[in-house]
């Protein structure tokens, strides 16, 4: 790919992103309107709906994330690429991170905070890409209620307990620190030598104050917020 492809793609993915975050802003609006309400089947139903919306969304920034212009080489994005195809996208998001890395300080692995920094972008990784993906691939493969071990030969109980515990509440945290999680790998690949440095503890202080505030968010707290729907006086 020349850099005018990467960068056209970047435009297009970016056209994407923007719609998604608009699907989602009304999906979370359409949850709050049925948990005013107590319609417990409708937020289940929208739940789901916004789980696989949020796994869509991040796909579609990781696309944008990696064709960022000024930031890897046509060659970088075809491995990405590649490793997403055979193995992935949390297998990419690692890789992405590792090839990132490489441009800040190509001896990375023996250097302690830089090898603590990337241990704590992999935390992230596993908590709020790799569990939304995993329980996204249990919806769209049809176990709405009920998740199946990998060869569909018997239940999987621990998925089926996150399932059946999803909520608006998880899935916009998820949401929210993926946005986080992508300023940190533009840093990374646009500004590797200085402002990486710079705008990384920035970003990873707001961050780590996110994921502070937001685990006390509830379900219950969200609903505690919500006026009630007025019922309509039907008395003549």
Same mark, same amino acid.
């Given at each position: 790919?020349?850099?005018q492809?990467? @960068?056209?793609?970047?435009v297009?993915?970016?056209? !994407?992103?923007?719609?998604?975050?608009?699907?989602e802003?009304?999906?979370?609006?359409t949850?709050?309107?049925?948990?005013?309400?107590?319609d417990?089947?409708q937020?289940e139903l !929208?739940?789901?709906? @916004?789980a696989?919306? @949020? %796994?869509?969304?991040?796909?579609?920034?990781?696309?944008?994330?990696?064709?960022?212009?000024?930031?890897f080489?046509?060659?970088?994005?075809?491995k990405?690429?590649?490793?997403?195809?055979? =193995?992935?996208?949390?297998?990419?998001?690692e890789?992405?991170?590792?090839?990132?890395?490489?441009?800040?300080n190509?001896?990375?692995k023996?250097n302690?905070?830089?090898? !603590?920094?990337? =241990?704590?972008?992999?935390n992230?990784?596993?908590? @709020?890409i790799?569990?939304?993906?995993?329980?996204?691939?249990?919806?769209?493969? #049809?176990?709405w209620?009920?998740?199946?071990?990998?060869?569909?030969?018997?239940?999987?109980a621990?998925?089926t307990l996150e399932?059946?515990?999803l909520?608006?509440?998880q899935?916009?945290? +998820?949401?929210?620190?993926?946005?986080?999680?992508?300023?940190?790998?533009?840093?990374?690949?646009q500004?590797?030598k200085? #402002?990486?440095?710079r705008n990384? +503890?920035?970003?990873?202080?707001?961050?780590?104050q996110?994921?502070?505030?937001?685990?006390?968010?509830?379900?219950?707290?969200?609903v505690?917020?919500l006026?009630?729907v007025?019922?309509?006086?039907? %008395?003549?």
């Amino acid at each position: 790919m020349t850099r005018q492809e990467i @960068y056209d793609l970047y435009v297009l993915q970016s056209k !994407n992103v923007r719609k998604l975050k608009k699907v989602e802003a009304n999906l979370v609006r359409t949850i709050n309107s049925y948990l005013r309400k107590n319609d417990k089947f409708q937020v289940e139903l !929208n739940t789901k709906l @916004y789980a696989l919306v @949020y %796994c869509t969304l991040s796909e579609a920034q990781f696309i944008q994330i990696v064709n960022t212009p000024d930031g890897f080489m046509d060659t970088e994005i075809e491995k990405i690429k590649a490793e997403k195809t055979r =193995n992935g996208v949390v297998k990419a998001w690692e890789l992405l991170f590792d090839m990132a890395f490489d441009k800040v300080n190509s001896n990375w692995k023996t250097n302690t905070d830089l090898l !603590n920094r990337r =241990n704590e972008l992999q935390n992230i990784i596993d908590n @709020y890409i790799k569990t939304p993906s995993e329980l996204r691939n249990k919806i769209a493969h #049809g176990q709405w209620d009920f998740a199946l071990n990998r060869e569909n030969t018997a239940e999987n109980a621990p998925k089926t307990l996150e399932l059946n515990n999803l909520t608006v509440i998880q899935i916009t945290i +998820w949401s929210e620190v993926h946005q986080f999680l992508g300023l940190i790998v533009r840093d990374l690949i646009q500004s590797p030598k200085s #402002g990486f440095h710079r705008n990384y +503890w920035i970003n990873l202080v707001k961050l780590q104050q996110f994921i502070t505030e937001s685990s006390n968010w509830t379900i219950n707290k969200r609903v505690a917020t919500l006026r009630p729907v007025k019922q309509k006086n039907t %008395c003549a």
